[in-house]
């Protein structure tokens, strides 16, 4: 047992075996759609039956607080569990059936990288009982441990040519970093904040040529769309009838292993 596990141990949590799959939501650069994507398809996860976490490892904030409604819910937040302070779950906001959100600090006395060693921690921990969602800063650079963290990297990027660039460099360094653990994991895109004319606006034909520019698997398209940002601006739960839901809920399935189709009439339109 760790000394993170005694810790947690010390509160009267018992620590179960590995069950849960471990999500990391990146960006290159930020104003990507990342942390919108990530609340989506956790709420699209949770909204499905499986038990989700959202884990916010941004520094300060409290973003995702805000976008799931919650902000004035959270009391603990991931400082505290990773520091051992509090047991994990109470740490954790209830955002509905089946989803959960481990806050980060608005305001932390002390400074924990994104993806420290104790943040990884929690993350294992976590996946004890939960799939866990985890957004990451954007611009943080992938070493090894962190890499191996996680069975699944979704690099989101938008349709246009300088955040395909970027995008790209941030899917090599994975893959290097990948490279040099023990249980390698997967890389796929997320196309965010898709609108189609925008995107033939910024020279990309398609989206085969983003696939190529960046080069991973495509694990979904998630459409710019008014109503969600309105539900986030109001500080409200996820719009379950939105067109963004839908585009999430095909996104989360595919991460769970099921086959959906990514046809132009359920996933995405293509430019004309």
Known sequence: MTSFDKRQAKHGRQVKGSLGKKIGFISALGGQGTSLSAAYIAKASASSGRSSVLVDTCGFGGTLSYMLGSAEDAVMNINDAASGEC????????????????PSASFPERTYSPLSLDVRR???????????FADIPSGTLPDC?????FDMFVICTRADVMSLKY???????I???SAQTASPC?????ITRFIPEIMKFGGIADIDRCIDTVG????????????ALEAVLAGQQPDEKCELMRYARDTAERIAGKRVPLDGGRSFRLPI
């Open 122 to 132: 929690v993350i294992e921990s976590l996946s004890r009982e939960y799939d866990v």
């Open 87 to 102: 047991l994990i779950e109470d740490a954790l906001t209830d955002c509905g059936d089946h989803l959960r959100l481990l």
């Open 167 to 173: 995008a790209s460099m941030l899917c090599r360094m």
């Open 216 to 227: 991973a698997r495509l694990i979904g398209v998630m459409p710019h769309d008014n109503r």
């Open 186 to 190: 997967s890389i796929r895109l997320l």
């Open 175 to 177: 893959r290097k970093a």
């Open 145 to 149: 441990g962190m890499a191996g963290c």
